[in-house]
């Protein structure tokens, strides 16, 4: 029984997907890496539309880390109570603003130990802002991203961190950033959680979960044991 696409095909994959998805760009509406993290501390358990809903307007008023020190956390809490979990959300981005302005001179650090240690970042968020708000190869797996890389084939995974490890070892870095976006696009268009649109899609032909029911239940029962999502 076959657990992955060769190196090759997952590749090959990809690079189709790309061509599926050429205008596969980061979803969340920012100008600088500041708005790029506080965007996605935001994006927590929330669509990007929901927070583009909410902060353009809110970084037009508070434009900087400095700004948003000075918020106090019941005004940003009306700002943002249309986005879920908004009074944590509100906590995190105000104490990880001070800490900006306090460590850092205001400016988003552009390296994981730094991000990861801001309240409110994770894993995730940490690679998000690297690869799409500095340009650093770095591969975050969030749901689509899991789901389709456990489905497709490139990687045969239980968990969020084994399969950015297993992205990081089939695709070269120069795919990581492109990738990340083009499976969230292919995630919300075609490859649905519940039901994914295998007649329509431009990898069906490569895709493992196509290609067999016993793959099929296979990858299922794999992805519904999954953990750390
Ligand atoms: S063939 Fe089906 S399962 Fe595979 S990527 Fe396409 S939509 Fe998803």
Redesign the pocket.
């Known amino acids: 029984m076959r657990k992955k696409l060769t190196k090759e095909n997952s590749i090959k994959a990809v690079k189709i997907l790309w061509e599926t998805h050429p205008d596969a760009d980061c979803a969340l509406l920012y100008k600088t890496p500041f708005h790029l993290l506080v965007a996605v501390v935001m994006s927590a358990q929330a669509t990007d539309k929901s927070v583009n809903a909410v902060a353009p307007e809110l970084f037009k008023e508070y434009p900087d880390a400095d700004a948003f020190a000075k918020l106090e956390y019941g005004l940003l809490e009306k700002r943002i109570k249309k986005i879920g979990l908004y009074r944590s959300k509100s906590k995190n981005i105000i104490n990880m603003s001070k800490i900006l302005v306090e460590k850092y001179g205001g400016e988003v650090p552009a390296n994981y130990d730094d991000l990861i240690k801001l309240p409110g970042v994770g894993r995730k968020s940490a690679n998000v802002v690297l690869a799409t708000g500095f340009g650093i190869p770095r591969i975050a797996v969030d749901t689509h991203v899991f789901r389709?890389s456990n489905?497709?084939g490139v990687t045969y995974e239980k968990d969020v961190l084994s399969t950015e490890l297993a992205l990081m070892k089939v695709l070269p870095d120069d795919m990581w950033i492109r990738t990340h976006h083009t499976l969230i696009f292919?995630g919300r268009q075609?490859?649905d959680a519940r039901k994914?649109?295998?007649d329509r899609?431009s990898?069906?032909h490569i895709?493992l979960?196509?290609s067999s029911p016993d793959e099929r239940s296979r990858i299922l029962d794999n992805l519904h044991t999954k953990k750390g999502m």
Do not use: V
Request: proline share 7%; aromatic share 6%; glycine share 0%.
């Open positions: 389709l489905r497709i292919h075609i490859c994914p649109k295998c899609c990898i069906n895709c979960y196509a």
